[in-house]
Protein backbone atom coordinates (compact mmCIF):
# COMPACT_ATOMS: atom_id res chain seq x y z
CA UNK A 1 0.00 0.00 0.00
CA UNK A 2 2.06 3.17 -1.01
CA UNK A 3 1.74 6.18 1.16
CA UNK A 4 2.88 9.83 0.96
CA UNK A 5 4.16 11.26 3.95
CA UNK A 6 4.57 15.12 3.95
CA UNK A 7 6.75 17.58 5.53
CA UNK A 8 4.85 19.51 8.57
CA UNK A 9 3.34 22.77 9.10
CA UNK A 10 4.99 26.12 8.12
CA UNK A 11 4.24 29.54 8.66
CA UNK A 12 5.95 32.34 6.56
CA UNK A 13 6.34 36.20 6.04
CA UNK A 14 4.62 37.50 2.72
CA UNK A 15 7.20 37.43 -0.22
CA UNK A 16 9.21 34.93 1.19
CA UNK A 17 8.91 31.14 -0.17
CA UNK A 18 8.17 27.89 1.20
CA UNK A 19 9.53 24.17 0.43
CA UNK A 20 7.07 21.13 1.10
CA UNK A 21 8.64 17.38 0.65
CA UNK A 22 6.60 14.62 0.25
CA UNK A 23 7.82 11.01 0.51
CA UNK A 24 6.53 7.45 -1.07
CA UNK A 25 6.57 4.41 0.60
CA UNK A 26 5.72 1.12 -0.54
CA UNK A 27 5.58 2.03 -3.90
CA UNK A 28 6.72 4.99 -6.64
CA UNK A 29 5.85 7.52 -8.10
CA UNK A 30 8.70 7.28 -11.36
CA UNK A 31 6.10 6.31 -13.80
CA UNK A 32 2.98 8.33 -13.05
CA UNK A 33 4.84 11.26 -11.34
CA UNK A 34 3.51 13.08 -8.37
CA UNK A 35 1.13 16.33 -8.30
CA UNK A 36 0.42 19.24 -6.09
CA UNK A 37 -2.93 20.08 -5.14
CA UNK A 38 -4.25 22.91 -2.77
CA UNK A 39 -6.98 23.54 -0.86
CA UNK A 40 -7.67 27.50 0.52
CA UNK A 41 -9.30 27.22 3.94
CA UNK A 42 -12.91 26.71 3.08
CA UNK A 43 -12.43 26.64 -0.69
CA UNK A 44 -12.35 24.29 -3.13
CA UNK A 45 -9.60 22.19 -4.76
CA UNK A 46 -6.75 23.27 -7.14
CA UNK A 47 -4.16 21.63 -9.14
CA UNK A 48 -0.41 23.42 -8.78
CA UNK A 49 1.72 21.14 -11.26
CA UNK A 50 3.01 18.15 -11.15
CA UNK A 51 6.47 16.24 -12.24
CA UNK A 52 6.80 12.46 -13.95
CA UNK A 53 10.44 11.61 -13.32
CA UNK A 54 10.40 8.39 -15.63
CA UNK A 55 9.69 11.18 -18.77
CA UNK A 56 11.42 14.27 -17.01
CA UNK A 57 8.90 15.96 -17.85
CA UNK A 58 7.19 18.82 -15.35
CA UNK A 59 3.88 20.60 -15.92
CA UNK A 60 2.27 23.27 -14.29
CA UNK A 61 -0.62 25.61 -13.81
CA UNK A 62 -0.33 29.30 -15.64
CA UNK A 63 -1.40 30.56 -12.46
CA UNK A 64 1.74 29.69 -10.90
CA UNK A 65 3.88 30.07 -13.71
CA UNK A 66 7.32 31.36 -12.43
CA UNK A 67 6.76 30.89 -8.84
CA UNK A 68 6.66 27.42 -8.33
CA UNK A 69 9.44 24.66 -8.96
CA UNK A 70 8.59 20.74 -8.76
CA UNK A 71 11.52 18.42 -8.39
CA UNK A 72 11.50 14.97 -7.64
CA UNK A 73 14.41 12.86 -5.87
CA UNK A 74 13.59 9.70 -7.49
CA UNK A 75 16.47 7.46 -5.35
CA UNK A 76 15.05 9.11 -2.14
CA UNK A 77 11.42 8.74 -3.41
CA UNK A 78 10.69 12.45 -2.24
CA UNK A 79 9.21 14.72 -4.45
CA UNK A 80 9.08 18.76 -3.58
CA UNK A 81 6.87 22.14 -4.41
CA UNK A 82 8.59 24.91 -3.53
CA UNK A 83 6.46 28.25 -3.83
CA UNK A 84 8.00 31.64 -3.85
CA UNK A 85 6.67 35.66 -3.32
CA UNK A 86 4.36 34.27 -1.05
CA UNK A 87 0.89 36.12 -0.22
CA UNK A 88 -1.74 36.03 2.53
CA UNK A 89 -3.76 34.10 -0.12
CA UNK A 90 -1.82 31.70 -0.20
CA UNK A 91 -2.21 30.28 2.56
CA UNK A 92 -3.81 26.54 2.04
CA UNK A 93 -3.52 23.11 2.71
CA UNK A 94 -1.15 21.91 -0.28
CA UNK A 95 -1.26 17.96 -1.24
CA UNK A 96 0.77 15.94 -3.01
CA UNK A 97 -0.99 13.08 -4.64
CA UNK A 98 -0.20 10.10 -7.42
CA UNK A 99 -0.96 7.23 -8.53
CA UNK A 100 -0.64 3.33 -7.65
CA UNK A 101 -2.89 2.12 -10.35
CA UNK A 102 -1.86 1.04 -14.12
CA UNK A 103 -3.23 2.95 -16.77
CA UNK A 104 -4.92 5.52 -14.02
CA UNK A 105 -3.83 8.91 -14.54
CA UNK A 106 -5.46 10.44 -11.45
CA UNK A 107 -4.61 10.34 -8.00
CA UNK A 108 -5.61 7.21 -6.19
CA UNK A 109 -3.23 7.88 -3.51
CA UNK A 110 -2.72 11.22 -1.42
CA UNK A 111 -0.39 12.77 1.37
CA UNK A 112 -1.86 14.03 4.67
CA UNK A 113 -1.46 17.81 3.81
CA UNK A 114 0.89 20.23 5.10
CA UNK A 115 -0.95 23.39 6.30
CA UNK A 116 1.05 26.78 4.93
CA UNK A 117 0.34 29.93 6.80
CA UNK A 118 1.16 33.39 5.44
CA UNK A 119 1.12 36.28 7.64
CA UNK A 120 2.98 39.12 8.90
CA UNK B 1 -8.72 25.66 -19.65
CA UNK B 2 -11.91 23.53 -19.18
CA UNK B 3 -14.66 24.67 -16.31
CA UNK B 4 -16.64 22.18 -14.21
CA UNK B 5 -19.51 23.14 -12.84
CA UNK B 6 -21.23 21.03 -9.89
CA UNK B 7 -25.02 21.10 -8.95
CA UNK B 8 -26.43 21.65 -6.70
CA UNK B 9 -23.98 23.70 -4.18
CA UNK B 10 -25.64 21.25 -1.08
CA UNK B 11 -27.67 18.58 -0.95
CA UNK B 12 -29.48 18.07 2.28
CA UNK B 13 -30.94 14.11 2.80
CA UNK B 14 -31.34 11.60 5.24
CA UNK B 15 -30.04 8.40 5.76
CA UNK B 16 -31.38 6.04 3.15
CA UNK B 17 -32.06 8.37 0.60
CA UNK B 18 -30.76 8.46 -2.82
CA UNK B 19 -28.21 11.28 -4.23
CA UNK B 20 -27.69 12.47 -7.73
CA UNK B 21 -24.66 15.10 -8.32
CA UNK B 22 -24.43 16.57 -11.14
CA UNK B 23 -20.95 17.81 -13.05
CA UNK B 24 -20.96 19.61 -16.63
CA UNK B 25 -18.00 20.53 -18.21
CA UNK B 26 -17.09 23.61 -19.98
CA UNK B 27 -15.98 21.47 -23.53
CA UNK B 28 -16.47 17.99 -23.91
CA UNK B 29 -14.18 15.33 -22.31
CA UNK B 30 -13.33 11.79 -23.05
CA UNK B 31 -15.20 10.09 -20.36
CA UNK B 32 -12.25 8.17 -19.94
CA UNK B 33 -10.65 10.79 -18.09
CA UNK B 34 -13.47 12.21 -15.70
CA UNK B 35 -13.15 11.73 -12.07
CA UNK B 36 -14.71 12.19 -8.47
CA UNK B 37 -13.21 12.39 -4.82
CA UNK B 38 -15.06 12.61 -1.71
CA UNK B 39 -13.44 14.48 1.06
CA UNK B 40 -14.67 15.12 4.64
CA UNK B 41 -13.17 17.81 6.85
CA UNK B 42 -9.37 17.44 7.70
CA UNK B 43 -8.91 15.21 5.51
CA UNK B 44 -7.17 14.61 2.24
CA UNK B 45 -9.33 13.83 -1.10
CA UNK B 46 -10.22 9.89 -1.84
CA UNK B 47 -10.88 8.72 -5.17
CA UNK B 48 -14.02 7.03 -5.94
CA UNK B 49 -14.72 6.87 -9.52
CA UNK B 50 -12.09 7.57 -12.27
CA UNK B 51 -13.21 7.22 -15.89
CA UNK B 52 -16.44 8.55 -15.08
CA UNK B 53 -17.81 5.17 -14.37
CA UNK B 54 -15.47 2.90 -12.57
CA UNK B 55 -15.17 2.48 -8.93
CA UNK B 56 -11.62 2.85 -7.24
CA UNK B 57 -10.63 0.08 -5.26
CA UNK B 58 -12.84 0.12 -1.80
CA UNK B 59 -15.53 2.54 -3.39
CA UNK B 60 -18.68 1.09 -2.26
CA UNK B 61 -21.02 -0.35 -4.88
CA UNK B 62 -23.81 1.87 -3.74
CA UNK B 63 -21.56 5.18 -5.56
CA UNK B 64 -21.75 4.68 -8.79
CA UNK B 65 -20.50 7.30 -11.85
CA UNK B 66 -22.10 7.99 -15.50
CA UNK B 67 -22.43 10.28 -17.99
CA UNK B 68 -20.35 11.00 -21.27
CA UNK B 69 -19.95 14.25 -23.36
CA UNK B 70 -19.95 17.15 -20.99
CA UNK B 71 -22.81 15.86 -18.41
CA UNK B 72 -21.79 13.48 -15.84
CA UNK B 73 -23.64 12.24 -12.72
CA UNK B 74 -22.57 10.54 -9.43
CA UNK B 75 -24.98 8.76 -8.00
CA UNK B 76 -25.09 7.46 -4.55
CA UNK B 77 -28.26 4.92 -4.02
CA UNK B 78 -28.53 4.68 -0.69
CA UNK B 79 -26.94 7.50 2.10
CA UNK B 80 -25.25 6.42 4.83
CA UNK B 81 -23.86 8.04 7.17
CA UNK B 82 -19.97 8.25 6.54
CA UNK B 83 -21.26 9.58 2.82
CA UNK B 84 -22.25 12.85 4.08
CA UNK B 85 -19.21 14.97 2.73
CA UNK B 86 -18.03 17.04 0.08
CA UNK B 87 -17.62 15.53 -3.30
CA UNK B 88 -15.47 17.26 -6.32
CA UNK B 89 -15.43 16.42 -9.86
CA UNK B 90 -12.74 16.51 -11.80
CA UNK B 91 -10.89 16.21 -15.61
CA UNK B 92 -7.67 15.05 -16.11
CA UNK B 93 -7.86 14.77 -19.37
CA UNK B 94 -6.70 18.40 -21.00
CA UNK B 95 -4.03 20.27 -18.79
CA UNK B 96 -4.85 22.07 -16.59
CA UNK B 97 -6.65 19.45 -14.64
CA UNK B 98 -9.70 20.95 -13.13
CA UNK B 99 -11.77 20.68 -10.03
CA UNK B 100 -15.78 21.69 -9.69
CA UNK B 101 -16.50 23.78 -7.01
CA UNK B 102 -17.59 20.98 -4.85
CA UNK B 103 -21.19 19.69 -3.53
CA UNK B 104 -21.57 19.59 -0.05
CA UNK B 105 -24.41 16.11 1.01
CA UNK B 106 -25.77 16.86 4.58
CA UNK B 107 -28.07 15.29 7.06
CA UNK B 108 -31.23 17.07 6.65
Known amino acids: QMQLLQSGAEVKKPGSSVKVSCRTSGGTFRTYGISWVRQAPGQGLEWMGG????????NYAQKFQGRITITADDSARTAYMELTSLRSHDTAVYYCATSSMTAVTTWTNWGQGTLVTVSS | EILLTQSPGTLALSPGERATLSCRTS???????LAWFQQKPGQAPRLLIY???RRAPGTPHRFSGSGSGTDFILTITRLESEDFAMYYC?????????FGQGTKVEIQ
Open chain 2, 90 to 98: QQYGRSPWT
Open chain 1, 51 to 58: VIPMFGTK
Open chain 2, 27 to 33: QTISSSY
Open chain 2, 51 to 53: GAS
